[in-house]
C-alpha cells in the first residue's frame, strides 16, 4: 500500500484486505471453495466464488473476517433477502447468526426484508443446490423533449430543473432539512413547492422524473432516509404515495421516481455518451448507480453507503447501520466534517452539516493546510476505493457528482483518486475518472432525472 489518507493512517482498503487474503489460502496446502448466491425480488440474484482456508484448520476467523465484508457488500451493492452458501459449515453458521433478530447485522436483517416485503433467510446448501444466475436489465431511452420537471431530494439541499426540449429554461438549490422532519408535510410542501417553481418558468408540464435517496416501487417510497423521522403510521398514510400525489397536481403527466445513484449513473451515460460507467453523488451520503455494458440498469440496490470499505474495525461506525468502515463515512459531508476534526478544524456546532461542508470548502479556496488535506484524503479513499467496486463492476468511467466534489476540493480528489488507481492497479487504468461541469456536479441529477419518463 502506497498511498496513506494523511489525516487517516489508520485507513486498511478492502481491496488491499481481499487481495493479501486471496494471495495466503492460494498458497495454502489445504482450501474449499465458498459458493455465495444473493437473491432478490422476482428470484434476480448474483453469484460470488471465493477460495478459502478449509474449515477447522486454524483459519476460521480469517475467513470470517473476509467473507462477512463480502457478503455485506453484495447485499448492499447487488440487494437481496437471502443468502445461499455453499462450502463452508463454519461460515454458514457465522452468517446465519449474524443476520438474526438481534445479530450482529440486525439493521440489514430487518432493512432489506423490509424494502423487499419478504422475510430475510440465510440457508446452507450443497454446491448443485445454488440457483442458476438470473439477472435483470432495465432498459431506458434517455430523451428530453417537451415540458419536463426534473427533481433531485438531497438530505440538505433539493434541486430542481424545468427543461423544455433539452434546454435546461431554469434550475434553483434550496436548503432544507427532512431528515430532521417527522411531520410529513414538511416534505410535501416542500417538494410541491419546487416543482411549482419550475413549472412557472415553462409553458406547461409534459412529465416529471424525480431522483431522491432510497427504495422505490412503482413510483412509491418504499425505504427512504429523507423520511427517517416520520412513525411508521404516518409514513404509510401520506409518504409512500408522495411522489405520485404531488404529480396529480400537474394533471395526468407520466411520473417516474428512481433512486438518486441510479440517476447518477444515467447522467453519466447522457455525459459521456458511453456504457459501463458507476456514477457516484457524494452529497449528504453516498448515492450510486451503474450502467452495464448494455446500456442497461441491473436493477442492482447500489447503495453503496453501506457498502464496506476500510477493513479496520476501529474506524468510524455508521450511526444508522450500526456498522464501521462503511463507505457514508468515505465519500459523503460526513467525511469531510470527519477529517476536519481529525486535523483539529473545530466548527460552530449551529452549523448544520451543509454548512460545515461549505466552511471547509471556503478555507480550501483560501488554501487552508488542514483544508487541503481532507480532500487529498478523500481522493486517497477513493483510489483504492474504486479498484474494490471494479471487484463487482465492469468499469470504463466513473463520474463524480455531489456537493463534496464542488469546486476545488473536487478537483483535488478527482487527481490524488486517479493516480492512485492507476498506480497501485495497473491493470485498472482503462477507468477514467470524471466529473461534469460545475453547474451540473450540483445539479446534474436534476436534469438527468427530467429525461426518466417517456412522452406518449
Known amino acids: 500500500m502506497k498511498y496513506v489518507p494523511s489525516l487517516d ?7 488491499i484486505k481481499l487481495n493479501e487474503f486471496q494471495k495466503q ?5 489445504v482450501k474449499q471453495k465458498v459458493v455465495i ?14 477460495d478459502t482456508f478449509k474449515d477447522f484448520t486454524g483459519h476460521d476467523l480469517e ?17 437481496g433477502f437471502k443468502i445461499y452458501i455453499a462450502g463452508s459449515e463454519y461460515l454458514f453458521e457465522a452468517i446465519h447468526k449474524d443476520y438474526q433478530p438481534g445479530g450482529k447485522r440486525d439493521f440489514d436483517f430487518h432493512f432489506l426484508a423490509n424494502a423487499y416485503e419478504h422475510p430475510f433467510s440465510v440457508v446452507k446448501v450443497d454446491y448443485h443446490e445454488i440457483p442458476p444466475l ?18 433531485d431530494a438531497g438530505g440538505s439541499d433539493r434541486k430542481v430543473s424545468a427543461v423544455v426540449d433539452g434546454k435546461v429554461v431554469y434550475s434553483e438549490e434550496v436548503a432544507w432539512l427532512p431528515k430532521l ?10 417538494i410541491l413547492e419546487a416543482m411549482n417553481t419550475a413549472a412557472s418558468h415553462m409553458p406547461r408540464v409534459d412529465a416529471i422524473g424525480v431522483s431522491s435517496a432510497g427504495i422505490y416501487v412503482n413510483n412509491k417510497v418504499m425505504v427512504a432516509s429523507l423520511f427517517l423521522k416520520v412513525p411508521k403510521d404516518l409514513f404509510d398514510a401520506h409518504v409512500k404515495n408522495m411522489y405520485i400525489d404531488i404529480a396529480k397536481t400537474f394533471g395526468d403527466v407520466p411520473l417516474v421516481v428512481a433512486n438518486d445513484g441510479d440517476v447518477s449513473a444515467l447522467a453519466g451515460a447522457m455525459e459521456l455518451k458511453d456504457n459501463q460507467i458507476l456514477g457516484i453523488a457524494m452529497g449528504t451520503s453516498e448515492a450510486a448507480g451503474y450502467v452495464d455494458e448494455h446500456g442497461s440498469l441491473k436493477g442492482w440496490l447500489n447503495e453503496l453507503a453501506f457498502v464496506p470499505v476500510d477493513f479496520n474495525p476501529a474506524s468510524m461506525v455508521d450511526e444508522w447501520s450500526g456498522d464501521y468502515g462503511c463507505g457514508v463515512k468515505y465519500f459523503s459531508q460526513d467525511s469531510v466534517i470527519k477529517l476536519a476534526l481529525a486535523g483539529g478544524i473545530h466548527f460552530d456546532e449551529q452549523l448544520t452539516l451543509a454548512q460545515k461542508l461549505k466552511y471547509i470548502q471556503k478555507l480550501n479556496d483560501e488554501n487552508h493546510p488542514v483544508a487541503q488535506q481532507i480532500f487529498e484524503s478523500i481522493g486517497v479513499y477513493l483510489g483504492y476505493t474504486l479498484a474494490y467496486y471494479a471487484h463487482f463492476y465492469q468499469l470504463k468511467h466513473v463520474l463524480l457528482l455531489g456537493r463534496v466534489v464542488s469546486g476545488k476540493g473536487g478537483n483535488t480528489i478527482l487527481e490524488i483518486a486517479t493516480k492512485v488507481l492507476h498506480e497501485e492497479f495497473p491493470q485498472l487504468r482503462h477507468i477514467k475518472i470524471s466529473m461534469p461541469d460545475e453547474m451540473n456536479r450540483r445539479v446534474g441529477q436534476s436534469i438527468a432525472a427530467a429525461c426518466l419518463p417517456k412522452i406518449g
Open 9 to 15: 493512517k489508520q485507513f486498511i482498503p478492502m481491496i
Open 181 to 190: 422532519n417527522a411531520d410529513p408535510s414538511y416534505h410535501y410542501q416542500g
Open 25 to 29: 489460502v492460494q498458497a495454502a496446502t
Open 134 to 151: 438470473k439477472q435483470e436489465q432495465i432498459s431506458f431511452d434517455a430523451n428530453l423533449n417537451g415540458c419536463r420537471i426534473g427533481f
Open 63 to 79: 475467513n470470517y473476517a473476509v467473507v462477512e465484508r463480502i457478503i455485506k457488500t453484495l447485499l448492499w451493492l447487488v440487494g
Open 37 to 50: 448466491c444473493v437473491e432478490r425480488n422476482n428470484g434476480f440474484n448474483h453469484i460470488y466464488q471465493i
